[in-house]
C-alpha cells in the first residue's frame, strides 16, 4: 500500500493478504512467510522494496511461490513485471495474482506450456494499465495541486514552520498562523534584519523559551530509547543544559573570518621564522593551521628524523651563509 497515513480505518492490506492467504490454503500450500510494505510505493523497484525485496535475493530458497492479490499491487511498471516473470522463469518459481486470475507456474517441467505463455501475456497487458494508470494520477493530482495553488485551500503534507493546518469553512483544509510558532518565526526575523547570525539566532530562541526542532528530536529521540544516558534522565537534563550554555558562551566571542584575510607584512615568512622566538614561531604554525608532531622517548621529546635532518640541513645552510 503506497499510503496508510490519515485513515487509520483502511484495511486494504488485510484484504490482500486474506486474498494471498486463502488461495494458498485451497491449494494446499504451506504458508511459509509473507511480506507487507506499507507505506511503499509499487513505483520503488521490487528488489528495493524492504519486505519484498529478500524474497527475490538471499530468501528465495525458502518458497516456490510469491502470491499477491492484484498486479498493481507488485508492478507499476512493465519493465518490472518483465523482470520479475524472468527471475521467475530462470529459478522455476510461481507468480501467482489472485484476484486477476493469472498464474506463472515455472516450476521444472512446466516452464514451456501454453498455459505459461498466454498467462504471461495477461500479466504483461495488466502491468502495462497499471503503469498507465500510475502516470493518470500522477497527471490528475499536477493538475489539482496547480489548481489548488491559486486558492487558499491546502493541498497537504507538511505544513511551513509558523503555519498550522486547520478546516477551512468552505470545505477542505486551509493554513492559518500559528499562535506559538509564527512568534518565532517573527523573533527570527527581527534578530536577521539586526545583523544575528543563525547560530546566535538559535541560541536565542532557546533562551527565549521557543522549542526548537533540534530539542524536540532530542526528546522524541529519548523518548523512543533510542539512546540512554548512563546517569539518568536527572544527569542527563543537566548535562543538556551545560551543553547548551557552552554554545552560549562560545556563540558570544569574536567570530573568526570566514575565510582568508590577506595582510601585507613587508617581510616572507622565512624572515619572520628566523628572527621569531620560540613562542612566535608557535604562532606562526597556528597561522597556517600546521601541526607538529613530536614523539617521546626515554630521554625526553624528539623531533621525527626526517624533521630533525631538515633542521641540520637549515643550520648548515646558515652557518655557511654567516662565514661566507
Known sequence: MSDTHGDEGKVSHLVQAESATRHALSKEWEVVGSFEDLDVSAEITPWKQPDLGPWLTERQGERDA???????????????????????EENHKVLVFTDDGITLDYRKGRESSFGNELAKVFLMLASIFAEMELKRIKAMVTAAHKHLRKTDRWAGGQPPYGYRIVDRPGGGRTLEPDPVTS???????????????????????????????????????????????????????????????????LAALPQRPSAWVEVETGQTFADAWSRADQERRRQLLLGLKARLYMTPTIEGWYLPAELEARVRQTKCAESSASGA
Not at 510469491?66 to 498486479?71: C, F, G, I, M, P
Not at 519493465?79 to 521467475?88: I, L, Q
Open 66 to 88: 510469491l502470491v499477491w492479490a492484484k498486479v498493481d499491487r507488485a508492478f507499476r511498471s512493465a519493465k518490472d513485471c518483465a523482470d520479475v516473470a524472468h527471475w521467475a
Open 183 to 249: 512568534e518565532a518565526v517573527r523573533y527570527m526575523g527581527k534578530l536577521l534584519l539586526e545583523g544575528q547570525s543563525q547560530w546566535m539566532i538559535a541560541t536565542a530562541l532557546e533562551a527565549a523559551g521557543f522549542d526548537t526542532q533540534a530539542m524536540k528530536d532530542l526528546r522524541e529521540e529519548k523518548r523512543r530509547n533510542l539512546f540512554d544516558y548512563p546517569g539518568g534522565d536527572d544527569e542527563y537534563s543537566e548535562a543538556l543544559e551545560t551543553l547548551v550554555d557552552e554554545r552560549r558562551r
